[in-house]
């Protein structure tokens, strides 16, 4: 019998002190597809009302964002829920899916830096 080589795990950065300064710059470097749009809804709910109202839900949104997209892992597991989700004809299965997502994304959020 031999043995089978584990498939490295993949690397998870860790999270940024949480501040948009430094969230902007993880998502720069480490998920950089994002960074469009992180921009985009900086610039629409802060640059542009010259107000900071907005900045605990900009963050809220970003941090969850980043701390999926940082991991590879769960970020092919949100994909692979959201498919199933779409393409399953039983609503109480895609309703569950859904579900899923949701406790993730708010687990997420709950993530302290340097995690």
Do not use: C
């Not at 002190?17 to 960074?35: C, D, F, G, I, S």
């Not at 839900?57 to 989700?85: C, F, T, V």
């Amino acid at each position: 019998m031999s043995a089978h080589a584990a498939e490295p795990t993949p690397f998870v950065p860790p999270m940024p002190e949480r501040n948009p300064k430094a969230l902007r710059a993880a998502v720069a470097q480490y998920a950089p597809q994002l960074l469009p749009d992180f921009d985009e809804h900086w610039k629409r709910a802060i640059a542009d009302t010259f107000g900071i109202g907005p900045l605990p839900a900009l963050m809220a949104r970003w941090w969850g964002e980043y701390a999926i997209a940082r991991d590879p892992e769960l970020g092919a597991h949100m994909a692979e829920l959201h498919h199933r989700a779409a393409e399953s004809t039983d609503l109480a299965e895609a309703e569950g899916l859904l579900e899923e997502v949701s406790e993730i994304r708010h687990r997420v959020r709950q993530v302290e830096p340097g995690q």
